[in-house]
């Protein structure tokens, strides 16, 4: 998979989210989902994840 991250659609994004006051929400989800691929990595390299 290549993935290129443009610094300006980044930032459009960002704004985005900002406009359609979401950002709690927003931050919320990727906190959650960063969480559940920390777990998924633990677990499968046989490491006890501990919050």
């Not at 443009?6 to 929400?25: A, G, S």
């Not at 969480?35 to 390299?45: E, G, P, T």
């Amino acid at each position: 998979m290549n993935i290129q991250v443009n610094l300006k659609d980044i930032i459009e994004e960002k704004d985005r989210i900002v406009e359609l006051d979401i950002e709690e929400q927003w931050y919320s989800y990727r906190d959650e989902r960063f969480k559940q691929i920390a777990i998924r990595w633990s677990r499968d390299n046989y490491i006890n994840f501990v919050e």
